[in-house]
C-alpha cells in the first residue's frame, strides 16, 4: 500500500525523455549533460532506480555538508527529523571552510538593532529586487531576482543572524559593515563577520593568532559552530560519500525517495523518508556546465577553492535528471560581483586574491603554491597566449556590485539611480577572455611577466613553495626569448612565440620612457623590464560563485519544467537558481528553509517494487 501520496504533476506538458531531447537539439549532447570526469556517470545518466535494498535510511538526507548543509541539518532536526548528511570531501565545510566568512545577513537582525542600524525585511527585500540599480557597466544586480524567492530570503535573514550567533557562531563585535560585500543592497549595511576563534584553517593549516581571533573574519568560525551544534543534535555525517543519484518513485513524476552514493568503490542507496536536500555547491568548475551560462569559460580558468572542494554540478545534474528545471541564468552572465575574477595571486593554479593556501594546509599538494600576491600591478605586464598585452594592468574586474552607500542619493525603484552612476565600460575580464583572434572559446592563459627587479620591489620568492613550477605555473628565462621558450602549459594552446613577447616588452619599455601608455592606457608606466632572469606566472582569471541552478521557490522545494514542486527534493545555496547574491548568508537562509520543511512532511513509504 502506498501511503501520503503527493499531488500527481501535471505530466502531460514536458517529459524527462522531451528534456533530454531538447538538450540534445540544443547541441549540449552528452558530454554537456555528464559534465567533467569527476560528476558522477549514474547521475548524469538520469539513472535512478528504485533499490530492492537501502542500506541506510533517515528523515531527511542533506547532499553537502557546507554552508547549506549544516544550517539545514540543525533546523531539520530541530524541528523532529532524522538527518543524514552525506559529503564527498574527507571533512566538511565545502567552500565556506576557506572563506572570509563574511555573512551579509540584515533585514533588522538583533545585532542590527544592538549597533542602531535601521533596516527592515521590507528594506531588504526593496534592495534586492530594485530593478533601477545598475553598475557603472549598465548591469542591474538586482533586476532578474526571483521574487518569491528574495521574499523568502528578506523575512528569515535577521533571524538567521540571531540562529547563528544562538549555535556558536560568534561575531567580531562591531556594526554591522560593508566588508566583503556584493549586491548586499543600497540601503544598510548588513556584513556580519565570523571569528575564527581557536579552529586551525583549512588553508593555513594553524589557527589564527591568539590576539585576532576574535577581531577577525574566517569561515572557519562559520562552519565548525555549525557542525558542532548539527553533530551534538545527532545529524549522521558521512564524510568520503559522493552522490551519484537521486532515486524519484517514477524516474520523472511523484516522490523522492532517496540518494546513491559511492564511498571506497561501494554504491550504497540511503532512503529519505520524507526528503532529500540537495547542497552541493553549485556548478563552477564544472567546465561544460559552466559553459551553458557562458561558453567562453572554457577549461584553462581554474575554480578557486577547489583544492579543498569540488563544485561539480552534480547535484543540479542528479536534479535536473530527474526533472528539475534550471532558473535565472541570467544572474550567472550579469557583468557584476564575483563570478569571476582577475588573479591577485600570480604563480599558482588558483590565483584568487583572498585565497592563500600554505605548506601546512591538509591540502596544499593539491594547491600546488602559496602564489605571489600583486601589490602594485606596476611591477608587471600581462599577455596571452600570443605574447600580447591586452589591457591596462592596473584596471580592476567587474565591480563587486551594488552594496551599503554604493548610490548617492539612493531612491528606490527610481530610474534615477541609473543617472547618478558613472558610465564605465571598461572591463579587463572581458579583454582576458576575447582570446587572440582564433576561431576557438576562452582566451587561452593570461602570463604576468616580470623581471627580478620587480621581484625585488614587490619582495617576492620566486621559487616553490611560492610558486608552482612543476604543474607548469610559473616559468623562467634569462632572456625575454627563452623565457618565452620556457613556457610549456596544457592549456597554452599554441607555444608563445619569443619575437613577439620581446617585441611587446621592447614597446612597453619605452613606453615607461615616454611616460605613457598609447595601446592601453596604462597609468604612468612607471618600470622598464629589463633585469634577469626574466618570469612568466600564470595569471588567468579565476571562477567563482555559482549564481545560477536550479528552479526553487520560496520554500526552496526544487521545481520541475512544467513548474511543479518536485515532490520530497529541496535545493538551496549555490546550487540553486534565482538570486544574484555571493556567499554564504542566502546559502545558510535557505538551507534553515530547507530543512524546516523537509521535516514538515510527512513519511513516505513506498511498497511498489
Ligand atoms: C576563498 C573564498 C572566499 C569566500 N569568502 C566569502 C565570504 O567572505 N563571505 C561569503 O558570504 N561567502 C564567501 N565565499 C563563498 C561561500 O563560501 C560560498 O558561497 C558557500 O560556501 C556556498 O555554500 P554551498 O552550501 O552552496 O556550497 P559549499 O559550502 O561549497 O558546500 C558544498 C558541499 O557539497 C559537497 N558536495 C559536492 N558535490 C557532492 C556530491 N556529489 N556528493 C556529496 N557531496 C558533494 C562538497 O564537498 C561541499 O562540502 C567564499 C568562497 C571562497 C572559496
Redesign the pocket.
Known amino acids: 500500500m502506498k501511503t501520503n501520496k503527493p499531488t500527481q504533476p501535471n505530466q502531460n506538458k514536458f517529459s524527462r525523455r522531451d528534456f533530454v531531447r531538447t538538450a540534445a537539439a540544443a547541441g549540449l549532447g552528452a558530454t554537456a549533460l555528464t559534465g567533467m570526469e569527476s560528476a558522477?556517470a549514474e547521475?548524469a545518466q538520469g539513472v535512478s532506480q528504485v533499490p530492492k535494498h537501502w542500506d541506510r535510511e533517515a528523515d531527511v538526507v542533506i547532499?553537502?555538508?557546507?554552508?547549506?548543509?549544516l544550517p539545514a541539518a540543525i533546523e531539520a532536526i530541530e524541528n523532529g527529523a532524522s538527518v543524514i548528511i552525506?559529503?564527498?570531501?574527507t571533512d566538511?565545510?565545502?567552500?565556506?571552510?576557506?572563506?572570509?566568512?563574511?555573512?551579509?545577513l540584515g533585514g533588522g537582525s538583533a545585532r542590527q538593532q544592538k549597533y542602531g542600524v535601521k533596516d527592515s525585511p521590507d528594506l531588504l527585500f526593496s534592495d534586492l529586487t530594485d530593478w533601477s540599480v545598475v553598475e557603472p557597466n549598465g548591469f542591474p544586480d538586482y533586476r532578474y531576482n526571483d521574487k518569491e524567492i528574495i521574499r523568502a530570503f528578506a523575512d528569515n535573514s535577521g533571524a538567521t543572524c540571531d540562529w547563528l550567533v544562538a549555535h556558536g557562531v560568534v561575531f567580531v563585535d562591531k556594526t554591522p559593515d560593508n566588508a566583503?560585500a556584493?549586491a548586499t543592497g543600497n540601503s544598510a549595511p548588513r556584513?556580519n563577520h565570523a571569528a575564527p576563534m581557536q579552529w586551525p584553517q583549512m588553508?593555513t593549516g594553524v589557527p589564527i593568532a591568539p590576539n585576532k581571533q576574535a577581531t577577525t573574519?574566517a569561515?572557519i568560525g562559520f562552519v565548525r559552530p555549525m557542525e558542532a551544534a548539527a553533530r551534538k543534535l545527532g545529524a549522521q555525517i558521512l564524510l568520503q560519500?559522493?552522490?551519484?543519484s537521486i532515486v524519484r518513485e517514477n524516474q520523472n513524476s511523484w516522490r523522492v525517495l532517496g540518494i546513491t552514493?559511492t564511498n571506497n568503490g561501494k554504491t550504497l542507496s540511503i532512503r529519505a523518508k520524507k526528503a532529500v536536500i540537495i547542497?552541493?555547491?553549485?556548478h563552477s568548475s564544472n567546465v561544460n556546465f559552466r559553459r551553458i551560462f557562458d561558453p567562453r569559460l572554457t577549461e584553462e580558468y581554474q575554480t578557486?577553492?577547489e583544492a579543498?572542494?569540488?563544485?561539480?554540478a552534480?547535484?543540479e545534474i542528479?536534479g535536473m535528471a530527474i526533472g528539475a528545471s534550471l532558473w535565472g541564468a541570467y544572474n550567472q552572465t550579469g557583468e557584476f560581483g564575483e563570478a569571476l575574477s582577475k588573479a591577485g595571486r600570480i604563480g599558482s593554479r588558483e590565483g584568487?586574491v583572498?585565497?592563500g593556501w600554505m605548506p601546512a594546509s591538509p591540502v596544499f599538494s593539491r594547491a600546488g603554491a602559496t602564489g605571489l600576491r600583486v601589490a602594485d600591478w606596476q611591477n608587471v605586464i600581462l599577455v596571452n597566449q600570443a605574447g600580447l598585452r591586452f589591457f591596462d594592468e592596473t584596471k580592476g574586474q567587474y565591480p563587486t556590485a551594488n552594496n551599503y552607500g554604493a548610490i548617492k542619493p539612493y531612491v528606490a525603484g527610481s530610474y534615477l539611480n541609473a543617472a547618478n552612476i558613472k558610465y564605465d565600460p571598461a572591463n579587463f575580464l572581458n579583454a582576458a577572455l576575447a582570446g587572440t583572434g582564433e576561431a576557438t572559446n576562452g582566451g587561452g592563459p593570461i602570463w604576468a611577466i616580470f623581471d627580478a627587479d620587480a621581484a625585488k620591489r614587490e619582495g617576492w620568492n620566486t621559487t616553490p613553495p611560492d610558486v608552482d613550477t612543476s604543474n607548469g605555473f610559473f616559468f623562467s628565462g634569462n632572456s625575454i626569448e627563452e623565457l618565452a621558450q620556457n613556457i610549456v602549459n596544457k592549456y597554452q594552446r599554441k607555444p608563445m612565440p619569443p619575437a613577439a613577447l620581446q617585441d611587446t616588452v621592447t614597446k612597453y619599455n619605452s613606453y615607461v620612457d615616454a611616460g605613457n601608455d598609447p595601446d592601453f592606457g596604462k597609468p604612468a608606466p612607471k618600470y622598464k623590464i629589463q633585469a634577469p632572469p626574466f618570469h612568466a606566472a600564470w595569471s588567468t582569471p579565476v571562477v567563482?560563485?555559482?549564481r545560477a541552478g536550479l528552479r526553487i521557490n520560496g520554500k526552496c522545494e526544487v521545481i520541475d519544467l512544467n513548474g511543479n514542486a518536485i515532490p520530497g527534493l529541496y535545493c538551496?545555496?549555490?546550487?540553486?537558481g534565482g538570486f544574484s547574491i555571493?556567499?554564504?548568508?542566502?546559502?545558510a537562509v535557505q538551507?534553515r528553509i530547507a530543512g524546516r520543511e523537509a521535516a514538515k512532511l510527512a513519511p513516505y513509504a513506498l511498497t511498489k517494487g
Open positions: 558522477p547521475a547532499i553537502g555538508a557546507g554552508a547549506t548543509g552525506v559529503d564527498a570531501n566538511v565545510g565545502g567552500h565556506a571552510i576557506v572563506s572570509g566568512g563574511n555573512i551579509a566583503g556584493h556584513e588553508q573574519s569561515g560519500h559522493r552522490m551519484t552514493a547542497s552541493t555547491g553549485g578557486m577553492g579543498y572542494s569540488t563544485r561539480d552534480s547535484g542528479a584568487y583572498n585565497l567563482h560563485d555559482s538551496g545555496g549555490e546550487s540553486a555571493h556567499g554564504i548568508a542566502r546559502c538551507g
